[in-house]
């Protein structure tokens, strides 16, 4: 077994507060990359890029992915750049968890107080910065989502309801991946 249920998606998406609702709806564990990563280093994601440097950082996701990864009925939210490399993206598909794209639009996330709190790659024009990431990801979440959730204007009730329906679909074999 491994996670259940994996969360991706950009920065703002709201991958966290939604997997916390969906893992509590479920009556199962939550996990998130991020989380994992200021508790094991015990230092705040965006003083690691800091002090250290992106490629830095990106080490420390892969071994916390692969950790998350190996944990048995969780729901697990991944940081907005834990997927993007090839052997991330394999071992996401390997795992045979229901990958989750929580798909939102620039007008919707900027809306969002705080959106480039503590989030050191949207530092001077996060608007600008977070379009010019998205243009790049957007094909691989897509790419490497089993099931698409359109989050503009729904409430954290009714996505993580929407996902909980799609997940007992794809259980039950009617969706693919
Ligand atoms: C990042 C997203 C952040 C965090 C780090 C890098 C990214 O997580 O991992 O700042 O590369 O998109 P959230 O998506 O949870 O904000």
Redesign the pocket.
């Known amino acids: 077994m491994a996670p259940r249920i994996i969360l991706i998606?950009?920065?703002?998406?709201g991958?966290?507060t939604i997997g916390q609702k969906l893992s509590a709806d479920l009556g199962i564990e939550f996990r998130?990359?991020?989380q994992m990563?200021v508790s094991q280093s015990g230092r705040e994601?965006?003083d690691i890029?800091i002090e250290e440097g992106?490629e830095a950082?990106r080490s420390l996701?892969k071994i916390i992915l692969r950790t998350a990864l190996l944990e048995d009925s969780t729901v697990l939210?991944?940081?907005?750049?834990?997927c993007?490399s090839f052997d991330a993206q394999s071992a996401i598909r390997a795992s045979g968890a229901f990958t989750v794209y929580l798909k939102i639009s620039l007008s919707q996330v900027s809306a969002r107080v705080g959106f480039n709190q503590?989030?050191?790659?949207?530092m001077g024009n996060p608007r600008a910065q977070w379009q010019s990431?998205m243009n790049e990801?957007a094909p691989i979440y897509e790419g490497i989502a089993s099931y698409i959730v359109e989050v503009d204007g729904q409430s954290i009730d009714d996505i993580s309801s929407e996902i909980a329906f799609a997940y007992e679909l794809r259980s039950r074999g009617s969706i693919d991946g």
């Open positions: 998606g950009p920065m703002g998406s991958k966290t998130d990359t991020d990563i994601i965006s890029f992106e950082f996701e939210a991944l940081g907005g750049g834990a993007l503590g989030r050191p790659l949207l990431l990801r």
